[in-house]
């Protein structure tokens, strides 16, 4: 059997530790992303007894070490670790045990409602971006329409002055001929 001691996580108490342990597996915020340990395979004889490791889901292969051996990891990125163990027997070859799982929680601007918020601010600031736009625009619009009204009413007063004008001119070259 292989046993394992001194498990230490990155900055937390053991009181801690113990509150966040769940069956084998160990739920930890970002913030202790890191732990070291040893282990020992406790028969006898096991001087120099072949042992391997890895950490499923960060490792691809097994690290090789002798007996006892140190593990250490540290800046583990968020999500579930599997701890596996093996050690070589003559008889049977290598033997595979699970030590612990490891879930590490992912920092609070990583999280699902982190994320929720980024979405609802970007949302609210295009949606306030194209308000701003818009109403910009309307705006624009509403002031070349009063430039066109005002065009139009100055045309429509200098053509009732102009028909007022022809009309006296008229009348007075009405009277000149009758005169």
């Known amino acids: 059997e292989l046993i394992i001691y001194n498990l230490i996580f990155d900055k ?3 009181e801690e530790l113990h509150k966040t342990k769940c069956d084998s597996t160990y739920k930890l915020s970002f913030e202790h992303n890191g732990f070291s340990c040893r282990l020992l395979q406790i028969n006898y004889p096991n001087f120099a007894t072949p042992i391997r490791y890895k950490l499923i889901g960060h490792d691809r292969e097994w690290i090789n070490g002798t007996n006892p051996i140190e593990i250490r990891y540290s800046n583990l990125n968020e999500g579930n670790y599997k701890l596996e163990v093996q050690r070589y027997d003559r008889d049977n070859g ?8 490891l879930e590490i929680q992912p920092p609070w601007f990583r999280s699902w409602w982190a994320y929720s918020i980024y979405l609802l601010i970007s949302a609210g600031l295009i949606i306030t971006v194209n308000r701003i736009y818009v109403n910009r625009k309307l705006e624009h619009q509403r002031e070349l329409l009063l430039r066109k009204e005002i065009l139009l009413a100055e045309r429509d007063r200098i053509g009732a002055d102009l028909h007022d004008d022809v009309g006296s001119t008229l009348s007075s070259i009405s009277i000149y001929s009758e005169a």
Not at 94 to 101: K, V
Request: net charge neutral.
């Open 94 to 101: 290598w033997i595979t045990q699970s030590m612990f799982n």
């Open 12 to 14: 937390i108490t053991s």
